[in-house]
């Protein structure tokens, strides 16, 4: 970058860790006018943020968008793709915290931790020997989406003594652990995590049909996409005792719509927190103000959503 550039964001950021990464030649606006989006040529955007075609007329010498995770779902993709820009994603800063999300919800679920902290609060610790208490070790667990989520989820299983097996259609799992339907999944799982991506064929990927086939005293985590999971199902295999227990840390809308799975005993929920750690926040800013630096310098960003954007041809 040899000249002063402009660069806005879109929702709260940490603005010294962005601006320490794209430098004294970067221009960085919080609170952007509709002159400052007339001559950004970055801009770096939180999860809630609509970026659609309006917003890209809005700023006509857009040259990036570096979106905060991985999520690109308010995010006019196509559009960026048609004027050139690429929208960089942010995928290695919270693969860790969420895949440390997966288990701690897991651990809740399995040790029963809700219905045991009622318990003593009720002063009926008499009762203790009626509720069930599991255990992640010699359990098998089931990912369905087997990407760098999935993968450091199968890595921390093993740290537990858990069996792993996985099924993914796009990015196939190890043939020791890969199952060749989700059938097959969902029948040899003591705990589900989905971590798929959404899609028009996997809205609703895990319904009625799949939950009828899980074990009894199974435990079910979406830390993946709200849409991937149908809640009315899933409540109805809390009631039947097909599914132990829900955690939930994505839902479809957001902010979360109530349901009447939220009041189930068994059931935790997190506001899409998961991967939201102090540390992962800041390496999310750190990649996302990178990949901006990256292509007003003409280098290819790390990681992008739109593959067919031609790095050489928008530098030539």
């Not at 690429?86 to 040790?111: D, Q, W, Y």
């Not at 045991?116 to 089931?142: K, P």
């Not at 290819?300 to 790095?311: M, S």
Request: with cysteine; net charge negative; hydrophobic share 45%.
């Amino acid at each position: 970058m040899t000249s002063q550039h402009v660069v806005v964001a879109l929702g709260p950021v940490d603005v010294d860790t962005v601006t320490a990464v794209l430098g004294e030649r970067v221009t960085f606006v919080t609170d952007p006018t509709p002159y400052d989006l007339a001559v950004a040529e970055g801009a770096i955007v939180r999860a809630d943020r609509h970026v659609d075609d309006d917003f890209l007329r809005q700023a006509p010498r857009l040259r990036v968008i570096a979106r905060t995770g991985v999520g690109v779902d308010l995010v006019d993709v196509p559009a960026a793709s048609a004027r050139g820009i690429p929208v960089v994603i942010t995928p290695n800063s919270g693969s860790r915290a969420v895949a440390e999300g997966v288990f701690a919800m897991a651990l809740h679920l399995a040790k029963r931790l809700n219905p045991l902290t009622e318990l003593v609060r009720e002063g009926r610790w008499a009762e203790r020997s009626t509720l069930v208490v599991g255990d992640l070790d010699g359990a098998t667990l089931g990912i369905i989406g087997y990407g760098r989520i999935g993968r450091r989820v199968g890595e921390l299983a093993a740290v537990f003594g858990m069996r792993t097996i996985a099924y993914d259609p796009f990015s196939p799992p190890p043939s020791e652990i890969a199952c060749v339907d989700l059938g097959e999944l969902f029948e040899s799982s003591d705990v589900l995590t989905l971590h798929a991506p959404l899609t028009e064929n996997t809205r609703h990927l895990v319904g009625a049909d799949l939950l009828a086939r899980v074990r009894p005293g199974t435990i079910l985590i979406n830390c993946g996409r709200g849409g991937l999971l149908d809640l009315d199902a899933a409540l109805a295999a809390l009631e039947w005792g097909r599914l132990a227990g829900v955690g939930l840390d994505v839902f479809d809308p957001e902010p979360a719509l109530y349901h009447p799975l939220f009041d189930h005993p068994d059931v935790v929920l997190t506001p899409h927190l998961m991967g939201m750690t102090q540390r992962a926040m800041k390496l999310t800013f750190v990649d996302a103000a990178r990949g901006v630096a990256d292509v007003l310098a003409g280098r290819e960003p790390a990681a992008i959503a739109n593959p067919d954007w031609n790095h050489r041809k928008a530098t030539a």
